[in-house]
Structures are given as C-alpha cells and as structure tokens.
C-alpha cells in the first residue's frame, strides 16, 4: 500500500509538472500587404483605411491599455466598475481573464457631406469561427445580472457600467458630417483558445445619400488581425509559443 501512494504521488506531481494552459498573445495587424486595397498599418497596431480625406481607423485594445484608460474604475477587484475588463480581479488561476475582445474604432471625415456606419461589426477566424459586435442592450442584459434585486451597491455598479459603456462605445448609425470625427469602442465575446488570425468588417459604410437622405453609395471595410498561441506551464512560469500559425 505504501507503495502505491509513493507511485500515486509521483505521478500526481509528474502531471503537474506537465500541466499547462492555452496561452494567446495581443491581437496585431497583419502586415499591409496582407491588406485590402486602401489600407495602411501602423506601429502602434492601427489599421487604417483611407478613401480620399476619409480615414476609418481600427486598432486593438489590450486590458491593461482599458485599465490605464479608465483607471478610476478599475481599482476595487469584483467591485470595479470598468465595463470593459475584469479590472484587477484574479480568479483561481491567480490570472485575469479577459472580458471582451475590444477594438477602438476613430471616423474622420473630410471627404463626403456626411457619412454613416449603418451596420454593427462582426468578426470571423481564419478557422470559421464568427463573432458579431455587442450593442448597448446587450451589454445592459449582460451587466443588469450583477444588480441582484436592484439594490444598493450592486444597482450603483450597473448604473455606473451602462453610462461609461454609454459614452464610450461608438456611436452607431450617428450622422458624422464634414469636418467632424466620430471615436469609441466595439465589442465582441472573447476569442476561442484556437484563433490565431481575425478578420473585422465594417460592413455598410454609407458615404452617400439622395435629396431624400436615403444611402445611395456604401463600401464594406475589413481589418485583419492575428495573434500568437501557445502552451503557458505555470509551475515552470514558461510559454512554448506554437509555431507555423499564420
């Protein structure tokens, strides 16, 4: 018997020793030339694509950059009211999660009388995998399950989330004229483990418009992304990157 349980115990901590988790790096650009026409990448992550003086920019953002963002209410672990991330919270793995793959999306307009995003954004991986873009209602859905009986403190954290997601996310279906600039947040549910490259469509551009206002002239845009996966062994504090991904 004593021997079994020195058996049994050396083989619980050889496949501890073994253990790992799925690991995934920041989102980034694919390189310009694995872009589509009009398309410029930046250093700093950006995506940008340009049709005359319009320019529709899209970046990735990581949690530790929304942190910074929104510092003031990322400080209080399960309590924060950052809508965006789980703030400083660890969870049993003694890591952060991610909440939300989101990406700031910046309309600058000095080309048309005014331009329009008439469609939400959606996202698909290279392995089929298809994301669509989070609206208000359902971020308001997702975040009034935390407001348990509308009381006290849980009802003043949803207030809270819904009017920062409120000023923050990108406005939709707003009319951005000549000479104006439109920014904000999109969202989509995290990415699956298995996704290594991404790609984003703003579909429904509407760039022009008869003397009815109604769109007579649209373009479908697409961002491309990918990122690094590989193996994370907490005892060792060591990621083994997975090669040939892209």
Known sequence: MKRVSVFCLALATLLTACAYRPWAGELRPLEEGKQGEGMVVADDGTITFK?????IRLRPM????LNRQFSAYSDKGPRSENPYTFANTTFRTKETPQRFTVFRLTVKNYEYPKVRLGGIAQMESSNDRKYYGLNLDQLDVYYRTYAIGYRGQEYNEYKERR?????????????IFSGQEAEGYILFEPLANDVSEVEVTIPDVITRFDFRGDPVEN??????????????YPSEGRIEPMANQN
């Open 163 to 175: 009017a920062l997601l409120k000023r923050t996310m990108f406005p939709y279906k707003d009319d």
């Open 219 to 232: 373009v479908t845009i697409t961002y491309r992304f990918h990122r690094d996966l590989g193996r994370y």
């Open 62 to 65: 990581t949690d530790k950059e």
């Open 51 to 55: 049709q005359g003086r319009l320019e």
